[in-house]
């Protein structure tokens, strides 16, 4: 089970720290990502951090997010700087056991969701 907090109502050029927490299962173990989605459109790729800690970002959000991984609190946050009004939508996070280092950036290949948190960055 996953469980993301941290989202909020924040101005253009602010920050924001989402985190969701693992329950159940050895976390060490899923590779985590996280996607977004806003109103009318579709579940799109944010960034992803594999089980040994390799990252990949989204073109639009590489050098403002920084994903990171605490295995010892079964968590995985996502630091977003310089925040733009297209980042506004809903942020889910996502696990799934992938081989090796392996890092996953389709919303198919998770089997694991939170249920979202919303993020709204006013310009």
């Known amino acids: 089970q996953l469980q993301a907090s941290g989202g909020g109502l924040v101005q253009a050029g602010g920050s924001l720290r989402l985190s969701c927490t693992a329950s159940?299962?050895?976390?060490?173990?899923?590779?985590m990502g996280w996607f977004r989605q806003a109103p009318g459109k579709e579940r799109e790729f944010v960034a992803a951090?594999?089980?040994?800690?390799?990252?990949l970002y989204a073109d639009s959000v590489r050098g403002r997010f920084t994903i990171s991984r605490d295995n010892a609190k079964n968590t995985v946050r996502l630091q977003m700087n310089s925040l733009k009004a297209e980042d506004t939508a809903v942020y889910y996070c996502?696990?799934?056991?992938?081989?090796?280092?392996?890092?996953?950036?389709?919303?198919?290949?998770?089997?694991?969701w939170g249920q979202g948190t919303q993020v709204t960055v006013s310009s």
């Open positions: 996502a696990g799934e056991i992938f081989y090796s280092d392996y890092i996953g950036r389709r919303p198919g290949e998770y089997d694991y």
């Open positions: 159940g299962g050895t976390f060490s173990t899923y590779g």
């Open positions: 951090i594999s089980r040994i800690s390799g990252t």
